[in-house]
């Protein structure tokens, strides 16, 4: 069904109904092979967000915004998730600070440990135009699933533009993260 002027998607029912809050996005399927297991997403509490903070703070400190705007970073979207039998825990979300003119934003996949967090992934992107958001790149943790059935959960995310979208999909392999699928484009 379409969704935008260049886009598709599917309608789906479940049984028993599920109630998402507004904007909440969602992978399901009824795929044989892909293996289901226990939710662990919640929100980050305050160590976690402060940790994120000093992630998204190295990253953008990489493309030269001043360290005095590191008290100024805004979370869009932080979750706290398993994605595999260990004990880790990964941080991943969307954070942003505003400054001369400029929105320096970074999407984080951190992983948390009892001595901090590490960086796994960090993709940047500076919106100049934030009047019309011509250069906007919006990227948003959807959810995550063991889709190739290694015993890793993928992470899914949603890429939004000026009048553009698409979804692409994450692999963790030894700690780093490399996007392996794009799909979903739409736009304008």
Known sequence: MPL???SS???????PPLHLAK??????????????????????????????????????????VPEELAN?????????????????KLVIGSLYVEAKGARHEVFLVGKL???GA???????????GLEDGKDSEDIRFVDQ??????????????????ENEEFGIYKRRNGIWRQVHVGGQGGC
């Open 4 to 6: 935008q002027c260049d």
């Open 9 to 15: 998607a599917a309608l789906v029912s479940a049984d």
């Open 23 to 64: 904007g909440a996005m969602a992978l399901a399927t009824n795929a044989e092979k892909i293996r289901s297991h226990a939710n662990s997403q919640r929100q980050a509490d305050a160590g976690e967000q402060k940790y994120a903070r000093q992630l998204a703070m190295n990253a953008f400190r990489k493309h030269g």
């Open 72 to 88: 100024r970073i805004r979370i869009d979207q932080l979750v706290v998730t398993k994605v595999d039998e260990s004990e880790s």
């Open 113 to 115: 440990d009892n001595s």
């Open 118 to 128: 590490t960086t796994e992934l960090a993709r940047y992107h500076k919106t100049t």
């Open 145 to 162: 699933l063991d889709l190739d059935g290694d015993g890793t959960d993928e992470i899914v995310v949603e890429v939004t533009g000026y």
